[in-house]
């Protein structure tokens, strides 16, 4: 056999092996298994296809809507109240790479073994605009160790062990989905002009400011530069930062929960109680502050022009409703220290 074919058969030989080898590597029981686990659980499965979700366990559930518009709703008393958008857009974004994870078992029978039955499974069902579901997924308890959960499709009998958290998305109270900022979105504090702040009463029995009853305004100093100062007080400094983390806190401003029963006796009629913010563009907005709800550490709050009607922790209303002195700059006091001379 001449050099010539000996390198033929040699280059014959190396590619069989290395052929041999990575079809090996490739279709191993080991890793035919894994990229099982990297299948996609709901392949072809598209957020903007879903305009109803449902997510329930067994103590409750809750019902979210997407109308024409694209805008998204939360169901509660039968009524529709705003939903935190985002917050339903980062679940279906879950739910387009979640994969299908390990299969653990294929036997109905060891359902219970992994909590992944109706009666004591989390539930997430999505329903595209014909009335279709597009999800049905139980998930049941997490994993040994905490890794991962359980969980079945209703369709079928494989149970999977998948990596993905989707605990926090398993909240089925109306609350965690609702969208409670009761401020305008597109407030921003250097918008603000001039706010003032009317209160009547104490908020608590630790609140030693019953009445408050000024001001705040952007003023213009000899400098040309802008200021908040305080109306018919212009003689007070007051600490920027201060004014600032205040002005933060309205714009921020939120509630606890709606409130979903017409009957409630909410006291926002009396208006007592109010902030009103003006902006740049000479808008305004006023939020009065009804009555407190019996036994808890929370009041009635609602927009003068708005259509809801929310619950507000006292806590927060107290970091809104501050005295003059809570913003005034403190005066620094300067000790002048004697030298005393030495007797000789």
């Not at 219970?112 to 049905?136: L, M, P, Q």
């Not at 002005?247 to 109680?273: C, H, P, R, Y």
Request: charge should be positive.
């Amino acid at each position: 056999m001449d050099f010539k074919k000996k390198v033929i058969i040699s280059v014959i030989v190396i590619f069989v092996l290395t052929a041999t080898y990575i079809l090996g590597v490739i279709f191993s029981p080991e890793n035919v298994e894994k990229r099982k686990t990297q299948r996609l659980l709901y392949p072809g499965f598209k957020k903007s296809a879903v305009t109803k979700i449902v997510i329930s366990n067994p103590s409750g559930s809750i019902t979210l809507k997407k109308d024409s518009t694209n805008k998204w709703w939360v169901v509660l008393n039968n009524s529709l109240y705003p939903a935190d958008s985002g917050k339903i857009s980062d679940l279906l974004d879950e739910f387009t790479k979640l994969k299908e994870g390990k299969l653990i078992s294929k036997n109905p029978k060891n359902w219970d073994n992994f909590d992944v039955v109706e009666k004591r499974a989390r539930h997430f069902t999505f329903y595209d605009i014909k009335g279709k579901k597009i999800v049905d997924l139980l998930i049941g308890k997490g994993g040994i160790g905490g890794s991962g959960y359980y969980i079945r499709k209703s369709t079928g009998n494989n149970v999977y062990l998948i990596s993905e958290v989707l605990s926090y998305y398993m909240n089925p109270a109306g609350d965690f989905w609702s969208y409670l900022k009761i401020m305008p979105k597109d407030l921003k504090v250097k918008d603000i002009l001039k706010i003032v702040f009317f209160k009547k009463a104490a908020f608590d029995k630790k609140d030693k400011n019953p009445t408050i009853n000024y001001t705040l305004y952007r003023g213009a100093t000899k400098d040309k530069e802008t200021v908040w100062k305080i109306e018919g007080k212009e003689n007070l400094t007051l600490d920027e930062d201060k004014v600032n983390l205040l002005t933060s806190d309205l714009v921020d401003f939120e509630g606890v929960k709606f409130v979903t029963d017409k009957s409630a006796d909410t006291g926002i009629k009396n208006g007592d109680t109010y902030f009103e913010i003006t902006t740049q563009n000479n808008k305004t907005f006023k939020v009065y502050v009804g009555n407190k709800l019996k036994g808890k550490e929370q009041f009635y709050v609602k927009p003068a022009n708005g259509k809801y009607t929310y619950v507000v922790s006292v806590w927060q209303l107290k970091r809104i409703f501050k005295p003059i002195s809570a913003i005034e700059k403190k005066k620094v006091k300067v000790e002048k220290k004697e030298n005393s001379k030495s007797k000789k």
